[in-house]
């Protein structure tokens, strides 16, 4: 994984990232991504790629990127809004998805994602609101 930053504020390997198979590739504040290989877990009825699988992957990375940015700064990220189009469906393989910052506000920050099969093909685009907001002990 290539790291631009320490990520103390990293997920914990026991969460969702863990139940979806979220392996990190870059983590900074510029560009996220990550590979997600295909499992039967993922897969609706019909044998796709859940969308909600693309959202959530789509939210977590920007959540991640933001969080990454925001950190030292006694901020949190949180998911604020999710707009996923699904262009063609994955059955099999791994998903790669990427995301880039288009926004970086004091308190919102607007992400753009893809996620692409194993031949490259976009199979699902996103755009991510992340709001930002001071860190509140757990309690």
Not at 121 to 133: E, P
């Amino acid at each position: 994984m290539r790291r631009s930053r320490e990520r103390s504020c990293a997920a914990n390997p026991d969460n969702f990232n863990r139940l979806l198979g979220v392996e990190y590739v870059d983590v900074s504040p510029e560009l996220m991504s990550a590979h997600l290989p295909v499992a039967e877990k993922l897969l609706q009825p019909y044998g796709l790629v859940h969308g909600g699988v693309y959202a959530a992957v789509a939210e977590t990375l920007a959540s991640m990127g933001t969080a990454v940015a925001v950190h030292e700064r006694g901020e949190g990220a949180v998911g604020m809004s999710n707009h996923t189009t699904f262009l063609r469906p994955v059955t099999k393989g791994t998903i790669h998805a990427t995301a880039r910052p288009r926004h970086r506000g004091r308190t919102t920050w607007v992400w753009d994602v893809e996620c692409a099969d194993d031949d490259g093909r976009v199979c699902a685009i996103s755009r991510v609101t992340i709001a930002v907001r001071p860190m509140q002990a757990p309690g």
